[in-house]
């Protein structure tokens, strides 16, 4: 019996003896397999362009985008998984703060398959923006499958000060990135650069603009986030 049967069935005892109940709802058992009882684990409908921006997925406001109208955008365009809310939210928080495998295994069974279907074509790349959590480096584990995964960013640490504006640290996200030495870049290649949670899009921004100066055209770079979480952009803030 290989180690993931092993796994299942040692799972699968644990929850009949000491069966957990449901994080989000807090009444019921959860369902073997699943991270949440089975009235919260409803279908999902995926991520929700309507009334939304086509290029970074920003809600519209009198048909304008506020991020995309606040800056420059260095990437085609953005692909999202699902919304932050509801379902999703919550089990995204148990996978990456709690690293519980259920919660894992949700997003690195879907997202795998949403980049295979979404990307455009010719995407052979995906660039992973820095992050010390397991849940991520298990689900690009899974990416590796179909795609080259590399990890060409560094992150400069800035000192902030708590009295500065938000606005203000939003826009010194642009210089808490960098390339790694001597890494290279293709001009033809098409690259997608990943990151688990998209806001105002700042940190996936300064990634792409990254690529951009070292040579990669804008037309060549998307972006990719398990979540979309809504904010009105930076004059929002």
Known sequence: MNFYKRLF??????HFLFPEVCGMCENNFIEHGLPLCKNCFSDSVGFQEKGRCKKCGELLYNSSCSVCSSRKIYFNKAFFLYNYKNREKHIFKMAKFENR???????TENFLNYLKQLLPQNINYIL???SSKPFLEKLLSFVKQDFQVDFPFIVIK???SKFMHAKDRFLMIENTLSLKEN???QKNIKYCIFDDVFTTGATLNSAAKLCNENGVLIKN???AALLRRDKKGIDSL
């Open 9 to 14: 069935y040692a799972d699968a005892a644990a």
């Open 158 to 160: 800035k000192k902030q």
């Open 128 to 130: 992973a923006l820095p």
């Open 183 to 185: 890494y290279k870049l």
């Open 221 to 223: 770079i998307y972006v």
């Open 101 to 107: 495998h259920r919660a894992v295994n949700f997003f």
